[in-house]
């Protein structure tokens, strides 16, 4: 997988080791992206229900504007780490359009998504990525 290299708000760095033994769900958005705003409640529920598997969810704005950011995540706070990518960073993943999801394990890409995604098929994969080997 690409690096990110991004800090969180807790000031917690998503590089390569923090992937190592972990099954995450990295979703690009945007605080404009009507389908990433849907996307959300299911992205939510997935969290709650397979972080003691070792799951987490990231998500990687691509938002232009930082302070326009910050005062969205004020009024809609995320069930999971937030990071900020304005550098072209994502252009590195392939992503053209919002909502782009990647399913990492062990970092490695081994799913990936565009638009909004039926969560069975989101279910699905994570449970066959979470899976022993």
Not at 41 to 63: C, H, Q
Not at 97 to 108: C, E, H
Request: net charge positive; proline share 6%; glycine share 6%.
């Amino acid at each position: 997988m690409p690096l990110l290299n991004l800090r969180d708000g807790s000031g917690k760095m998503w590089n390569r080791p923090a992937f190592t033994d972990k099954v995450v769900l990295i979703e690009f958005w945007a605080t404009w992206c009507a389908s990433c705003k849907k996307m959300r409640p299911t992205l939510n529920e997935l969290r709650k229900t397979y972080a003691d598997r070792g799951f987490e969810t990231l998500f990687v704005s691509i938002d232009q504007d930082k302070k326009a950011l910050d005062r969205y995540l004020a009024g809609k706070p995320f069930d999971g780490p937030v990071v900020h990518a304005t550098d072209g960073r994502w252009s590195e993943w392939d992503v053209t359009s919002v909502p782009a999801m990647f399913l990492v394990r062990d970092g490695q890409i081994v799913a990936q998504w565009t638009g909004e995604t039926p969560k069975a098929k989101l279910d699905e994969a994570i449970l066959k990525a979470l899976a022993p080997r």
